[in-house]
């Protein structure tokens, strides 16, 4: 019998019915069938994650309806994360009325009494439908980050009303473009006031209410552990510019500080603060004004700022004149006084040619200010050459990046080691893009490559083929389509990159964005990231519909046994025609979301000297089954990929002896002695080491099934 049958189906919201069912055990999977059993408490002990760890897949086939999807938490030993799937770009079928209410259900229960979620996402689609559930369960939560994305959605009162209960809350994160009631900064202000553990809050959004700002930039002000604060987009109102200086200048625990903003009176206002802060070590500015009273104010900063690391101006709104280079220059002088900077970003327009020649003499004597970032791109030609040419010319190249080389005309830069990224795409000639490619083999500093390719242009694609299959360098291949008028034409052009892609091994991420190809191309990019085991993650967006199916189809074909890729975005419509789509994207969904699950759990093995029997289990399978997750698990885990091999054998061999094996799979509490047979046969413990050695080849610490006793809600 279904055991999802008897459950109702009348019309309304998600939250319906989150409060009706005492118990959720016994419905079955939508996509697997599978019976769902749901003990309804959290087991989490101080040494053992919850049950439900070990359960993520049907847990996940169930919330896939709410669009919601339970992650493990990198190096967090047994939390959680419930994060949105519903801000991919990809349109799915509309689950049925019953499927949504299982799904907000569970969503209900989690969040009210499962004390291992530690972080939430929400999207609008969830503001959408769960928003009463969402204000029922969140005062019982224990998260520790929660993200908020309204958008063009409005800021309900009632979640507003939900923020000041949310003590736990080690991060914040709240994006939204629409209209900002006051409720919302009165209801920060009052989190920041009782919260003992807020340390990092971030928005992005249009102007707050002045009065509620103020209120907010007040209790700021009086916070001693914010230590992370980000404020993008017109946030805060000019009116309230006096306040933010006061909290920047006064602030007494912040260390790292976002800020964009379009009015030059706020960001002068900023500024001051900034330069008379004693705690900021990390100053974003992500658009700068560039009026001359802000160039000032930074050249003080520079020159008068004593705490400062890293500074980053990413770009400017208004074109650089020569009265501006004057300004700029200020810096300049500033940088010969400074002691301080370790970082330093700025774009390449600020300095003229003599300035820059400048710049690195002052580079070339500052041994603490070890890397230089200078933002590129293509608007001024010959200045960036001169600035390359200058830079490298100097010795100074190794302290500098320039991040993505922008080729248009010509690509006389493409060989300059301060350019790690190539943009082949727009208005550069097909001639120009196959150069470029023929000559990557050259350049090992390259490291992304972002092309558009002309459709049935052999030159390119075979040039591109050629690279791929020889670069032992390139990390990062992003692939777009051209619009073609006649679709009359052969398929080599495609061919020849696809069996490039077969014989690559060192591209990491892999995007593709392609418009009316034919199912056969579209499955071929499905079949060699199926095939590879060194793509790490994929995204890949069709605007038709018809392809895009066959793409998910195929790929959801071989991805259970492809357990290298860790993350994918899908973008296009398949909420059309297609009963089987969002089965499809779910088996997608959770395969990269197991595979990233279990560098997720074995990253925790560095954190603690302690045997945990979660993480050592996943550590184990990566050592043993998927080496090639090794360097991954490295950047995950803060080592280096030469440390962690060694420092993996080394956790595991304390896993190696039987007694150690039966003690961390709870077998035994101290050791095994076995009860001897009256016939004098060999028994477990008689074993020596190299027998046990033997044996334990073929096991693995998951083979002991875990005992877990749950209890009831209350």
Same mark, same amino acid.
Request: proline share 3%.
């Given at each position: 019998?279904?055991?999802?049958?008897?459950?109702?189906?009348?019309?309304?919201?998600?939250?319906?019915?989150?409060?009706?069912?005492?118990?959720?055990?016994?419905?079955?999977?939508?996509? *697997?069938?599978?019976?769902?059993?749901?003990?309804?408490?959290?087991?989490?002990?101080?040494? &053992?994650?919850?049950?439900?760890?070990?359960?993520?897949?049907?847990?996940?086939?169930?919330?896939?309806?709410?669009?919601?999807?339970?992650?493990?938490?990198?190096?967090?030993?047994?939390?959680?994360?419930?994060?949105?799937?519903? %801000?991919?770009?990809?349109?799915?079928?509309?689950?049925?009325?019953?499927?949504?209410?299982?799904?907000?259900?569970?969503?209900?229960?989690?969040?009210?009494?499962?004390?291992?979620?530690?972080?939430?996402?929400?999207?609008?689609?969830?503001?959408?439908?769960?928003?009463?559930?969402?204000?029922?369960?969140? +005062?019982?939560?224990?998260?520790?980050?929660?993200?908020?994305?309204? @958008?063009?959605?409005?800021?309900?009162?009632?979640?507003?009303?939900?923020?000041?209960?949310?003590?736990?809350?080690?991060?914040?994160?709240?994006?939204?473009?629409?209209?900002?009631?006051?409720?919302? +900064?009165?209801?920060?202000?009052?989190?920041?006031?009782?919260?003992?553990?807020?340390?990092?809050?971030?928005?992005?959004?249009?102007?707050?209410?002045?009065?509620?700002?103020?209120?907010?930039?007040?209790?700021?002000?009086?916070? %001693?552990?914010?230590?992370?604060?980000?404020?993008?987009?017109?946030?805060?109102?000019?009116?309230?510019?006096?306040?933010?200086?006061?909290?920047?200048?006064?602030?007494?625990?912040?260390?790292?500080?976002?800020?964009?903003?379009?009015?030059?009176? *706020?960001?002068?206002?900023?500024?001051?603060?900034?330069?008379?802060?004693?705690?900021?070590?990390?100053?974003?500015?992500?658009?700068?004004?560039?009026?001359?009273?802000?160039?000032?104010?930074?050249?003080? $900063?520079?020159?008068?700022?004593?705490?400062?690391?890293?500074?980053?101006?990413?770009?400017?709104?208004?074109?650089?004149?020569?009265?501006?280079?004057?300004?700029?220059?200020?810096? $300049?002088?500033?940088?010969? !006084?400074?002691?301080?900077?370790?970082?330093?970003?700025?774009?390449?327009?600020? @300095?003229?040619?003599?300035?820059?020649?400048?710049?690195?003499?002052?580079?070339?004597?500052?041994?603490?200010?070890? !890397?230089?970032?200078?933002?590129?791109?293509?608007?001024?030609?010959?200045?960036?050459?001169?600035?390359?040419?200058?830079?490298?010319?100097?010795?100074?190249?190794?302290?500098?990046?320039?991040?993505?080389?922008?080729?248009?005309?010509?690509? %006389?830069?493409?060989?300059?080691?301060?350019?790690?990224?190539?943009?082949?795409?727009?208005?550069?000639?097909?001639?120009?893009?196959?150069?470029?490619?023929?000559?990557?083999?050259?350049?090992?500093?390259?490291?992304?490559?972002?092309?558009?390719?002309? &459709?049935?242009?052999? /030159?390119?694609?075979?040039?591109?083929?050629?690279?791929?299959?020889?670069?032992?360098?390139?990390?990062?291949?992003?692939?777009?389509?051209?619009?073609?008028?006649?679709?009359?034409?052969?398929? #080599?052009?495609?061919?020849?990159?696809?069996?490039?892609?077969? &014989?690559?091994?060192?591209?990491?991420?892999?995007?593709?964005?392609?418009?009316?190809?034919?199912?056969?191309?579209? #499955?071929?990019? /499905?079949?060699?990231?199926?095939?590879?085991?060194?793509?790490? !993650?994929?995204?890949?967006?069709?605007?038709?519909?018809?392809?895009?199916?066959?793409?998910?189809?195929?790929?959801?074909?071989?991805?259970?046994?492809?357990?290298?890729?860790?993350?994918?975005?899908?973008?296009?419509?398949?909420?059309?025609?297609?009963?089987?789509?969002?089965?499809?994207?779910?088996?997608?969904?959770?395969?990269?979301?197991?595979?990233?699950?279990?560098?997720?759990?074995?990253?925790?093995?560095? !954190?603690?000297?302690?045997?945990? &029997?979660?993480?050592?289990?996943?550590?184990?399978?990566?050592?043993?089954?998927?080496?090639?997750?090794? #360097?991954?698990?490295?950047?995950?885990?803060?080592?280096?990929?030469?440390?962690?091999?060694?420092?993996?054998?080394?956790?595991?061999?304390?896993?190696?002896?039987?007694?150690?094996?039966?003690?961390?799979?709870?077998?035994?509490?101290?050791?095994?002695?076995?009860?001897?047979?009256?016939?004098?046969?060999?028994?477990?413990?008689?074993?020596?080491?190299?027998? @046990? #050695?033997?044996?334990?080849?073929?096991?693995?610490?998951?083979?002991?099934?875990?005992?877990?006793?749950? *209890?009831?809600?209350?």
């Amino acid at each position: 019998m279904d055991g999802n049958a008897d459950l109702p189906l009348e019309e309304g919201a998600l939250t319906s019915y989150a409060g009706q069912w005492a118990d959720l055990e016994g419905i079955t999977g939508c996509f *697997t069938a599978a019976v769902f059993k749901y003990p309804c408490s959290c087991s989490e002990t101080h040494d &053992r994650p919850c049950h439900i760890v070990r359960h993520l897949a049907a847990f996940n086939e169930v919330l896939f309806f709410a669009r919601m999807q339970l992650r493990e938490i990198p190096g967090a030993r047994g939390q959680l994360a419930l994060v949105s799937v519903a %801000d991919s770009g990809m349109h799915l079928p509309e689950p049925q009325d019953v499927q949504s209410k299982l799904g907000a259900c569970l969503l209900h229960r989690l969040l009210k009494f499962h004390q291992c979620i530690a972080v939430l996402s929400v999207t609008p689609f969830h503001f959408e439908n769960c928003t009463s559930l969402l204000c029922d369960v969140l +005062p019982y939560s224990r998260l520790k980050k929660l993200r908020l994305q309204f @958008w063009c959605c409005p800021i309900r009162e009632s979640i507003c009303a939900t923020i000041p209960s949310l003590t736990s809350l080690e991060e914040l994160e709240c994006s939204f473009f629409g209209v900002c009631c006051a409720e919302f +900064p009165n209801a920060l202000a009052a989190l920041v006031r009782t919260s003992p553990s807020l340390v990092v809050l971030g928005f992005h959004g249009t102007s707050m209410e002045e009065h509620a700002t103020n209120n907010l930039l007040s209790c700021l002000m009086q916070s %001693d552990i914010l230590k992370e604060l980000t404020l993008r987009g017109s946030l805060v109102p000019e009116t309230c510019r006096e306040e933010l200086r006061k909290y920047l200048m006064f602030a007494p625990s912040l260390t790292s500080f976002i800020f964009t903003a379009d009015s030059e009176k *706020t960001e002068t206002a900023v500024l001051e603060g900034i330069l008379h802060n004693k705690t900021l070590s990390k100053v974003v500015i992500t658009t700068f004004t560039g009026g001359i009273e802000s160039i000032q104010l930074v050249a003080r $900063i520079i020159g008068e700022n004593t705490i400062i690391s890293s500074l980053v101006i990413r770009s400017i709104y208004e074109d650089v004149s020569v009265i501006h280079n004057t300004a700029y220059e200020t810096w $300049i002088e500033a940088l010969e !006084k400074n002691e301080a900077l370790e970082e330093l970003s700025i774009p390449y327009q600020i @300095w003229n040619p003599q300035q820059w020649t400048r710049f690195h003499d002052v580079l070339s004597s500052k041994h603490h200010l070890k !890397k230089v970032y200078v933002f590129s791109d293509s608007t001024n030609h010959n200045l960036l050459t001169h600035v390359c040419h200058t830079l490298e010319d100097s010795g100074v190249h190794d302290k500098v990046s320039c991040g993505v080389y922008f080729a248009e005309d010509n690509i %006389d830069l493409l060989k300059c080691k301060m350019f790690s990224g190539l943009f082949l795409v727009g208005d550069v000639h097909e001639d120009v893009k196959t150069a470029a490619l023929l000559q990557l083999p050259d350049c090992v500093h390259v490291t992304s490559l972002v092309l558009e390719i002309p &459709r049935d242009n052999l /030159a390119v694609s075979s040039a591109l083929a050629e690279y791929v299959q020889s670069t032992s360098v390139l990390r990062e291949l992003e692939v777009s389509m051209g619009f073609a008028d006649d679709f009359d034409f052969s398929d #080599e052009w495609w061919r020849v990159i696809m069996e490039s892609l077969a &014989r690559n091994n060192s591209l990491k991420e892999l995007v593709f964005y392609v418009d009316s190809m034919s199912d056969r191309d579209v #499955e071929s990019i /499905a079949d060699a990231v199926n095939a590879s085991r060194n793509i790490r !993650k994929l995204t890949f967006g069709d605007s038709t519909v018809t392809s895009l199916r066959a793409f998910v189809s195929r790929l959801s074909l071989g991805i259970t046994d492809n357990h290298t890729l860790l993350d994918i975005v899908l973008e296009g419509r398949l909420d059309q025609g297609w009963p089987d789509a969002s089965k499809k994207v779910f088996a997608i969904y959770e395969a990269t979301r197991r595979n990233m699950g279990l560098l997720a759990v074995a990253a925790a093995f560095t !954190k603690t000297t302690e045997l945990d &029997r979660y993480s050592s289990a996943a550590l184990e399978r990566i050592c043993k089954l998927h080496g090639e997750l090794l #360097e991954d698990l490295a950047e995950l885990a803060d080592v280096s990929a030469a440390e962690i091999g060694g420092l993996a054998r080394g956790h595991l061999k304390r896993t190696a002896s039987l007694d150690e094996y039966m003690r961390i799979t709870s077998v035994v509490k101290e050791r095994v002695v076995c009860h001897p047979r009256d016939d004098g046969r060999m028994q477990l413990d008689d074993l020596n080491e190299d027998c @046990w #050695e033997m044996v334990r080849r073929y096991l693995m610490l998951d083979d002991v099934e875990e005992d877990v006793a749950h *209890t009831e809600c209350r």
